[in-house]
């Protein structure tokens, strides 16, 4: 079992290889549920309707590279 401690502020980091083991980027959102007990955390996909209009772009891009972007970031978060 890994382990880690918590703050005083309630923070708590999760172990880099259980990160790595469930995709967990600087940024991600995770969620917790209790279950019997347990402390379940679980990360949590990103609607993309949360972060329409964050970033602005400084100029377009074309189709096929939206695709290939897309698709790359579709392999990460299938962690192949």
Known sequence: MLSSS???KGQVTIPAELRARLGIQPGDRVGFTEDEGRLVLQRQETAITSVFGLVKAKHGVDLELM????ASGWKRRAGT
């Open 67 to 70: 695709n290939t972007t897309t």
């Open 6 to 8: 918590v703050t005083t």
